[in-house]
């Protein structure tokens, strides 16, 4: 069964810092792919980034990177000099098969971006 | 730009009603997904289909709930009879290998 976990309920900070949000997975699959989905006030779930499994590289989109460890089962989100705009519920999700399979969530991190 | 569209957006309703969430899914991608977001499960999968056929229903409850793909752009969520526990979003998504994309989601309050 696959398992994904963040530890961090909620973070604070202010506008400018850096904050990273920590995502853990379980899978005994070799194949598998990892996302991570913003989901703000307004309720809706936005796609940010999907990885598979072999794909160790570091992704970098604006503000957002991602770094993926297999070793660590870890697959992080920093989001560099914050703005408030990026106050949301974030959360981390696994699939055995990209999209057209099932998510397993996390539980979500909440992470609020004061001014 | 391609969306996922969900109606009703909001739904207020008395327990024993009988409650119909549809879902259009982005044209193209071949598997649509219910979710269900409370505050005490988080994101939970209710079922989902590949082609239109049920794949996976197991985490829905089979005495009240029912989903159906009538055709490529119509998914729908039915509950029959309505009860407290059911308020929550309901979230449609629809998916390929590249990604999977969720509508707005359907808030039913049950009273």
């Known amino acids: 069964a696959q398992k994904v976990t963040q530890a961090q309920t909620e973070i604070s900070v202010v506008e400018k810092e850096d904050v990273t949000l920590d995502c853990v997975y379980e899978?005994?699959?070799?194949?598998?792919?990892l996302f991570w989905y913003k989901q703000p006030p307004s309720g809706e779930l936005v796609f940010l980034i999907r990885r598979n499994s072999f794909d160790e590289q570091n992704e970098i989109s604006g503000r957002y990177s991602w770094n993926f460890q297999k070793s660590t089962s870890s697959f992080n989100f920093t989001i560099t000099a914050s703005q408030v705009v990026d106050s949301a519920v974030y959360f981390c999700?696994?699939?055995?098969?990209?999209?057209?399979?099932?998510?397993?969530f996390g539980k979500g991190t909440k992470l609020t971006v004061n001014p | 730009d391609a969306r996922v569209t969900q109606t009703p957006r909001h739904k207020v309703t008395e327990m024993g009603q009988e409650v119909t969430m549809r879902c259009q899914p982005i044209?193209?991608?071949?598997?649509v997904f219910w979710y269900r977001q409370t505050m005490m499960q988080g994101l939970e999968l209710l079922a989902y289909f590949r082609n239109r056929a049920p794949l996976d229903d197991s985490g829905m409850p089979k005495d009240r709930f029912s989903a159906e793909m009538p055709d490529a752009t119509l998914a729908t969520l039915k509950i029959q009879p309505s009860e407290p526990r059911d308020s929550a979003v309901y979230f449609c998504?629809?998916?390929?290998?590249?990604?999977?994309?969720f509508g707005p989601g359907t808030r039913l309050t049950v009273l």
């Open positions: 044209l193209g991608h071949n598997t």
């Open positions: 999700a696994l699939s055995l098969g990209g999209g057209s399979e099932k998510l397993v």
């Open positions: 899978t005994r699959d070799t194949t598998y792919y």
């Open positions: 998504a629809s998916g390929w290998t590249g990604g999977q994309f």
